[in-house]
């Protein structure tokens, strides 16, 4: 058999992520930062200044290389594999430019709703996305099971404001208009992108993805009333849909990490939307969230970026704080957001090292008073 064929992967040796992202038992908290592959990294500044964003993203070989330069450096529980949201619009036909210093940038961003007729709505994506397929696959066997491997895709809310607002914004504003003028257009969207999501988390899974997270990166934009109207319905379809479509395709279906930024007032709907676990921004408060869930959902999260630039000592004490807010079981530790560019790697690791040593602690000391 080829070596790197999706049927004959390594055998994974520290599955405590998918243990507690399923909310089984864990003698520790397992721990992985949202955007560990990037620029806080030298490893990967030096890659990026030879290659353009998308040409790594789209070169598996390198989108394998970057994925595993956090794993050689910390002792993770999960690598995400290097990717990005926007590649989904971009398999729906519109150009996505990465733009040093300002960030991702359509230069022909939906204005009104015949331009959804421009969109490519058949889209394969084995044809548009086979790239990401190959990275995830090549990608598992070169971790040689060491910890698995995270896909994942940008929500339906969150890539709708990028194709229409044309960029990165603080008010969402021509997105939010069309939520109030095109109402019939904007579901039109969302059913595109649903359909094009769903296929896309499916083909990862068959690739060798073990887990998958969904970035409702601007959730915060919204109300409870749009909320749930506009993003949390499209959500639930692609929890129950990529698990019926895995299924049916003879695999088991992985746990699914739904990370809605923002969406404090929703943590409870978000609770029984159909994910294994629901990601938290570093606004909430996590015994709220705990009192919110109920039990049925495993918690990610949670810690201000931000405190990676505290001392070393003081990140200990942070992420003690807020191990003993979310207790050390259904739980997976990671920033309430993506880490910034400027945070030191030795304070990463000390932020790793801290959610390992401290939650074993607490797991120990609770079997001693039982």
């Known amino acids: 058999m080829a070596a790197n064929t999706a049927e004959n992967f390594p055998e994974l040796k520290n599955d405590l992520m998918l243990r507690a992202a399923r909310g089984e038992k864990t003698e520790r908290v397992p721990v992985w930062v949202m955007r560990q592959a990037g620029r806080y990294l030298e490893e990967f500044r030096a890659m990026r200044a030879e290659n353009e964003f998308f040409k790594v993203c789209q070169t598996p070989e390198l989108a394998c290389e970057v994925t595993l330069q956090p794993i050689r450096r910390f002792q993770l529980d999960a690598a995400i594999i290097f990717s990005d949201i926007l590649v989904v619009p971009q398999a729906l036909g519109m150009t996505v430019e990465m733009i040093p210093g300002k960030g991702p940038s359509f230069p022909e961003p939906l204005k009104l709703p015949e331009d959804l007729s ?18 995830i696959t090549l990608t598992r066997h070169k971790l040689e099971g060491k910890v698995p491997l ?31 003028k095109y109402e019939e257009a904007s579901h039109q969207l969302l059913n595109i992108l649903t359909k094009v999501i769903i296929d896309y988390l499916v083909g990862q899974v068959i690739a060798g993805a073990q887990l998958l997270q969904v970035f409702e990166s601007h959730a915060g934009h919204l109300c409870a009333r749009t909320f749930n109207t506009f993003a949390l319905p499209y959500l639930s379809i692609i929890a129950r849909q990529v698990e019926e479509k895995v299924r049916a395709q003879g695999k088991e279906p992985v746990p699914m990490i739904i990370f809605a930024k923002g969406a404090h007032y929703a943590i409870e709907d978000l609770a029984q939307s159909g994910y ?3 990601g938290l921004d570093w606004t909430v408060n996590p015994k709220t969230a705990r009192h919110q869930t109920q039990g049925k959902v495993t918690l990610q999260g949670n810690m201000d970026p931000g405190a990676l630039y505290a001392s070393k000592e003081e990140i200990r004490t942070i992420v003690r704080e807020m191990l003993e807010q979310f207790g050390t079981q259904q739980h997976i530790a990671n920033l309430g957001h993506g880490i910034y560019p400027t945070i030191d790697p030795d304070h990463v690791e000390a932020f790793v090292d801290a959610v390992h040593s401290i939650s074993e602690e607490i797991n120990l000391d609770s079997k001693k008073k039982n």
């Open 118 to 135: 421009k969109l490519d709505k058949d889209v394969d994506v084995n044809k548009t996305l086979g790239y990401v397929f190959d990275a």
């Open 150 to 180: 995270i896909g994942f895709s940008g929500a339906p809310w969150t890539l709708m404001c990028y194709m229409i607002e044309g960029g990165g914004s603080e008010s969402m504003s021509k997105p939010k208009q069309w939520l109030y």
């Open 276 to 278: 294994e676990v629901v």
